[in-house]
């Protein structure tokens, strides 16, 4: 029949990854009726989402079209490789800092990456969705889109200063090269900047011309905000809706071919970066900088705080935590060997950093023989570095600079904005998700105008105050406790033994000891020990040498407890919503796996629901509880 023949087109479709079937296989009524599909050789009625053909096959066409979209955002180069890893790495002692990073990237990095991938992928769900696991978790699903937005409100304020260096970058003269005598307290001899001291009589002091001009005449930055952060600089505001209005067209055209293009936006950045690497291994004092990067600092290396930035940075550079990796698993095919993309990925990603690093701690090295100040006194760090480091090694280049610097900046722009429109895209998918009869280009207009606005904070002259205390506070720490509960919520609740059985029937493969330790024990625990000492010991903040203050403290806990308190709210409304009619009864259930959790065909779920269930350790617990419970109360 011509008309079963169809269905199982699509489902061989679905089931060879052609287009994400999870639209069709739901739970709303409206739309409920029989199709036909093919089970085990026989053809199976199966109750599926369809009004009639018109609305189905438009439905495939934006899945299509939508996966096109996705599948482009899946870059290994990542914003925060280049920008974040030098600075977390010097601010954290170099050393002392990548020998914690390269530990936490083997035993929580890369088996939290495997693991969100492998339950989007699992469940063809996004990062909400997918806690119908165990729905009394779904904050965590909003928590992490709310430390996303934080991410990408200031991600696309350094697109912005990249956009301003990229546009100065033309200009016969390298700005950032040449010391300018009309700087206050500055004195210019000989194209090398003496800043004069704080108090009148004391010495000048060499400081970096590519440091001065970023600091004075990019971000005209205060030393303080005690008196507010001023008003947006206009050149960089103008920058930073140019970088809105190019991530709106990425989300809303999408791009339909890759072809040679997705090879070039892959290479480009480790071409640039492999120039600038060499280019620094040729200045005076660069090996005392690379040496500054891998030597391990023991007494340092202990410090839990050194950890704890290690982790974040972690988060940071693979995106775990964040959601738009399960985002994008969700339209993988079933059986796609998400094994294998997790070890090369991670693999990937370590060497960006660490190439990354070896670049800037070569510049580092020469700016501190330059200046005769040891390399931990050369900057206070910050988003500042790699607008200081690198423009600083492209001005030392003797033919074109100007060429490299429009190739560097393109290269940080491309970054910026593959991270950007990934990160903004799971947060539009979220909304979408709660509110289908809105437009996708409708959301995404709406999401830009709010990032715009939002940034705008950060182009005052106290904007780096500001990007620095979200930064810590909305970004870091919010992902950080997300992913804490993420983790307890699969392997402790869901239940490690289920989750192994998950993955194990999707990939036809066994999981190996090191995956099942990582996920059990050394993530959660070690996450959480680590997360509790530094809140215990947690020291005032403070940016180039200045600590905030208390008004700006009190805000960046604010802007922590509203995604922190997403959590209970959004899981009293599981409990709630459960259909159980006693109170016990919708705890209990909140706990457990709704009918919707597993794979999208009826076939493979099938399949699937044949295989033992095994209950976690927490819901064993609690069954007991709740039975002893019953008891108590029946003896009374």
Same mark, same amino acid.
């Given at each position: 029949m011509p008309g079963k023949q169809q269905n199982y087109n699509l489902q061989s479709a679905a089931e060879n990854g052609q287009y994400n079937p999870s639209f069709v296989y739901g739970e709303n009524p409206k739309y409920s009726q029989q199709i036909v599909s093919i089970n085990n050789g026989r053809l199976a009625s199966t109750n599926c989402i369809l009004s009639r053909k018109s609305l189905f096959v438009r439905r495939i066409n934006e899945e299509l079209d939508l996966c096109q979209k996705r599948k482009r955002n899946v870059d290994i180069e990542c914003l925060g490789n280049v920008w974040r890893f030098p600075f977390t790495a010097y601010k954290n002692g170099g050393g002392a800092f990548l020998i914690p990073y390269l530990i936490v990237l083997f035993f929580i990095g890369k088996p939290m990456y495997f693991l969100e991938l492998a339950i989007g992928q699992f469940s063809s769900f996004g990062q909400v969705k997918v806690w119908k696991m165990s729905p009394i978790f779904k904050g965590v699903g909003y928590g992490s889109a709310y430390g996303t937005f934080c991410v990408v409100s200031y991600y696309c304020v350094l697109m912005a200063i990249t956009v301003f260096y990229f546009c100065v970058s033309f200009q016969t003269d390298l700005p950032w090269a040449t010391c300018n005598p009309e700087w206050e307290n500055v004195t210019c001899v000989n194209n090398? &900047?003496?800043? &004069?001291?704080?108090?009148?009589?004391?010495?000048?002091?060499?400081?970096?011309?590519?440091?001065?001009?970023?600091?004075?005449? /990019?971000?005209?930055?205060?030393?303080?905000?005690?008196?507010?952060?001023?008003?947006?600089?206009?050149?960089?505001?103008?920058?930073?809706?140019?970088?809105?209005?190019?991530?709106?067209?990425?989300? /809303?055209?999408? /791009?339909?071919?890759?072809?040679?293009?997705?090879?070039?936006?892959?290479?480009?950045?480790?071409?640039?970066?492999?120039?600038?690497?060499?280019?620094?291994?040729?200045?005076?004092?660069?090996?005392?900088?690379?040496?500054?990067?891998?030597?391990?600092?023991?007494?340092?290396?202990?410090d839990p705080k050194v950890w704890?930035?290690?982790?974040?940075?972690?988060?940071?550079?693979?995106?775990?935590?964040?959601?738009?990796?399960? +985002?994008?698993?969700?339209?993988?095919?079933?059986?796609?060997?998400?094994?294998?993309?997790?070890?090369?990925?991670?693999? +990937?990603? !370590?060497?960006?950093?660490?190439?990354?690093?070896? !670049?800037?701690?070569?510049?580092?090295?020469?700016?501190?023989?330059?200046?005769?100040?040891p390399i931990d006194k050369l900057t206070d760090g910050g988003a500042s570095l790699a607008f200081v480091a690198y423009p600083a090694a492209i001005s030392t280049f003797q033919f074109v600079p100007q060429l490299f610097a429009v190739l560097f900046f393109l290269m940080l722009f491309t970054l910026g904005v593959g991270s950007a429109t990934s990160l903004t895209g799971g947060i539009i998918t979220i909304i979408h998700?709660?509110?289908?009869?809105?437009?996708?280009?409708?959301?995404?207009?709406?999401?830009?105008?709010?990032?715009f606005a939002s940034g705008l904070i950060y182009v005052t002259p106290g904007g780096q105050f500001l990007l620095e205390l979200v930064d810590y506070f909305g970004a870091g720490f919010v992902i950080y406790v997300m992913a804490v509960i993420e983790v307890i919520g699969i392997a402790?609740?869901?239940?490690?033994?289920?989750?192994?059985?998950?993955?194990?029937? +999707?990939?036809?493969?066994?999981?190996?000891?090191?995956?099942?330790?990582?996920?059990?024990?050394?993530?959660?625990?070690?996450?959480?020990?680590?997360? +509790?000492?530094?809140?215990?010991?947690?020291?005032?903040?403070?940016?180039?040498?200045?600590?905030?203050?208390?008004?700006?403290?009190?805000?960046?806990?604010?802007?922590?407890?509203?995604? /922190?308190l997403l959590l209970p709210l959004c899981a009293l409304h599981a409990i709630s919503t459960r259909k159980s009619d006693t109170v016990a009864g919708k705890i209990k259930e909140s706990w457990k796996p709704t009918s919707e959790w597993g794979p999208k065909t009826p076939e493979l779920y099938e399949q699937w629901k044949a295989l033992p269930p095994v209950r976690s350790y927490t819901r064993q617990f609690f069954d007991l509880f709740s039975n002893f419970s019953q008891k108590v109360r029946g003896d009374a």
């Amino acid at each position: 029949m011509p008309g079963k023949q169809q269905n199982y087109n699509l489902q061989s479709a679905a089931e060879n990854g052609q287009y994400n079937p999870s639209f069709v296989y739901g739970e709303n009524p409206k739309y409920s009726q029989q199709i036909v599909s093919i089970n085990n050789g026989r053809l199976a009625s199966t109750n599926c989402i369809l009004s009639r053909k018109s609305l189905f096959v438009r439905r495939i066409n934006e899945e299509l079209d939508l996966c096109q979209k996705r599948k482009r955002n899946v870059d290994i180069e990542c914003l925060g490789n280049v920008w974040r890893f030098p600075f977390t790495a010097y601010k954290n002692g170099g050393g002392a800092f990548l020998i914690p990073y390269l530990i936490v990237l083997f035993f929580i990095g890369k088996p939290m990456y495997f693991l969100e991938l492998a339950i989007g992928q699992f469940s063809s769900f996004g990062q909400v969705k997918v806690w119908k696991m165990s729905p009394i978790f779904k904050g965590v699903g909003y928590g992490s889109a709310y430390g996303t937005f934080c991410v990408v409100s200031y991600y696309c304020v350094l697109m912005a200063i990249t956009v301003f260096y990229f546009c100065v970058s033309f200009q016969t003269d390298l700005p950032w090269a040449t010391c300018n005598p009309e700087w206050e307290n500055v004195t210019c001899v000989n194209n090398t &900047a003496f800043v &004069a001291g704080a108090t009148p009589g004391s010495n000048a002091t060499e400081e970096s011309v590519s440091r001065l001009y970023y600091r004075r005449d /990019v971000l005209q930055e205060i030393p303080d905000i005690d008196s507010g952060i001023g008003l947006p600089e206009w050149r960089l505001t103008l920058c930073l809706l140019a970088s809105w209005l190019i991530i709106f067209g990425s989300l /809303v055209k999408g /791009v339909k071919s890759a072809g040679k293009v997705a090879y070039f936006t892959a290479l480009f950045p480790y071409v640039v970066l492999v120039i600038l690497l060499i280019r620094g291994l040729t200045l005076e004092g660069a090996f005392n900088g690379i040496y500054f990067f891998i030597k391990p600092q023991w007494g340092k290396i202990l410090d839990p705080k050194v950890w704890y930035a290690a982790v974040a940075q972690c988060f940071f550079s693979l995106s775990t935590g964040f959601g738009p990796i399960i +985002m994008f698993a969700s339209y993988n095919p079933f059986r796609h060997n998400v094994y294998r993309d997790a070890i090369i990925v991670s693999l +990937m990603d !370590t060497f960006t950093s660490l190439l990354a690093g070896f !670049t800037i701690f070569a510049i580092l090295g020469n700016l501190s023989h330059v200046l005769n100040t040891p390399i931990d006194k050369l900057t206070d760090g910050g988003a500042s570095l790699a607008f200081v480091a690198y423009p600083a090694a492209i001005s030392t280049f003797q033919f074109v600079p100007q060429l490299f610097a429009v190739l560097f900046f393109l290269m940080l722009f491309t970054l910026g904005v593959g991270s950007a429109t990934s990160l903004t895209g799971g947060i539009i998918t979220i909304i979408h998700d709660q509110f289908p009869n809105i437009t996708k280009p409708s959301i995404t207009a709406l999401v830009c105008v709010v990032g715009f606005a939002s940034g705008l904070i950060y182009v005052t002259p106290g904007g780096q105050f500001l990007l620095e205390l979200v930064d810590y506070f909305g970004a870091g720490f919010v992902i950080y406790v997300m992913a804490v509960i993420e983790v307890i919520g699969i392997a402790w609740v869901y239940g490690l033994s289920n989750i192994i059985r998950d993955i194990e029937f +999707m990939l036809e493969r066994k999981i190996g000891l090191y995956w099942k330790i990582c996920w059990g024990f050394i993530v959660p625990v070690g996450l959480s020990l680590i997360l +509790m000492y530094t809140l215990a010991t947690i020291e005032p903040l403070k940016h180039g040498g200045n600590f905030f203050p208390s008004s700006a403290i009190i805000c960046g806990w604010i802007l922590s407890s509203i995604a /922190v308190l997403l959590l209970p709210l959004c899981a009293l409304h599981a409990i709630s919503t459960r259909k159980s009619d006693t109170v016990a009864g919708k705890i209990k259930e909140s706990w457990k796996p709704t009918s919707e959790w597993g794979p999208k065909t009826p076939e493979l779920y099938e399949q699937w629901k044949a295989l033992p269930p095994v209950r976690s350790y927490t819901r064993q617990f609690f069954d007991l509880f709740s039975n002893f419970s019953q008891k108590v109360r029946g003896d009374a």
